[in-house]
């Protein structure tokens, strides 16, 4: 069975500086992992997305991540923070399923990573 | 484009009610997905469509929830004598076969 683990439940950063978010995954073949945003009262939005191609992933908003498989982990990471940052992050794996005679994802979230970003 | 909606997007209910929550996915995706998020929790899988047919619904907690898409397109997740714990936010997501998944907003239920 497939895992994720969000090491940090909230992470507080001032504006402007860099911004670290840590996870860990467990999965028995090769994932495909995920970052996904969600702001208050608003839907989960992608972040960035990793499928086996390049170990470093750049998404939306200057955020990025790298696929390190010797240490299960695809930590989320943006240079300088903004203000609009300050939400919730998820990390997510997918377990490819098959059924109804195609494949599919099936996600497995984190718990959540709260961001803060102070002025 | 459109995206996923969700309506309604808050539902307050009574212990024992019946309630109906529908998804309308982004025109043209096949998959389609109901997670459910609890307070302070991660979005946990309920159900997966492909098409019409319901092809994994291991995540539904018991009987008392089901769901349909009877044509492919909008599905409705019903949750039958509602229990408190049933509270949480219910989000529906759709894809393109294994692509990237949509959420929409969500609806926010609360059994009183």
């Known amino acids: 069975a497939q895992s994720v683990t969000q090491l940090d439940s909230h992470v507080s950063v001032s504006e402007g500086t860099p911004v670290l978010l840590r996870c860990n995954y467990s999965s028995s073949y090769s994932p495909s992992l995920f970052w996904y945003v969600q702001h208050p009262n608003k839907g989960l939005q992608l972040l960035l997305k990793?499928?086996?191609?390049?170990?470093l992933v750049k998404g939306i908003n200057g955020f990025e991540a790298e696929f390190k498989k010797s240490e299960t982990s695809f930590h989320l990471t943006k240079p300088s923070a903004h203000m609009s940052d300050a939400a919730e992050y998820f990390c997510v794996v997918s377990d490819k399923g098959f059924a109804g005679g195609t494949s599919y994802g099936k996600l497995t979230f984190g718990q959540g990573t709260i961001l803060t970003v102070h002025p | 484009g459109a995206g996923v909606s969700q309506t309604p997007s808050n539902k307050v209910t009574e212990k024992g009610k019946y309630v109906e929550l529908r998804c309308d996915p982004i025109s043209g995706h096949t998959a389609l997905y109901w997670y459910r998020q609890s307070l302070g929790q991660g979005p946990e899988f309920l159900i997966y469509f492909q098409g019409t047919g319901a092809a994994d619904d291991s995540g539904l907690p018991n009987d008392r929830f089901f769901a349909v898409r009877p044509e492919g397109s909008v599905s409705t997740l019903k949750i039958q004598r509602t229990e408190r714990g049933d509270s949480a936010v219910y989000l529906c997501?759709?894809?393109?076969?294994?692509?990237?998944?949509?959420f929409g907003p969500g609806t926010r239920l609360t059994v009183l």
């Open positions: 997501a759709s894809s393109q076969g294994t692509d990237t998944q949509y």
């Open positions: 990793y499928t086996s191609a390049a170990t």
